[in-house]
């Protein structure tokens, strides 16, 4: 799904423009985005967490040349889904598990 396929969605399910569509599906990216800027972590109850990891420098190799390269520490953005959408897109793991 892309993220015209969940605006066309949103628009659908609300009975309304394309552009009210467009708002609430950037307003939410936003928010999410914003949050994880500021290190805070979001939890939708039923779907997932996001959080922001902390990786560790490192040193790494150029494929091409096999040169070491010093890759600086960074931070990255992770999901962590809730068990109710595991069990959704595995229901014979939650099947078995009851």
């Known amino acids: 799904m892309t993220k015209a396929d969940l605006v066309e969605k949103v628009t659908q399910l609300g009975d309304l423009t394309r552009r009210d569509g467009e708002v609430i599906v950037e307003t939410v990216f936003n928010s999410v985005i914003g949050a994880l800027q500021g290190g805070d972590k ?39 889904p809730s068990k109710e959408l595991r069990d959704l897109v595995n229901p014979s793991e939650a099947q078995a598990a009851s």
């Open 42 to 80: 979001i939890e939708i109850r039923g779907f997932g967490s996001f959080r922001i990891r902390q990786r560790n420098p490192r040193i790494g190799r150029n494929p091409k040349t096999g040169e070491r390269v010093e890759v600086p520490a960074k931070k990255v953005p992770y999901f962590k």
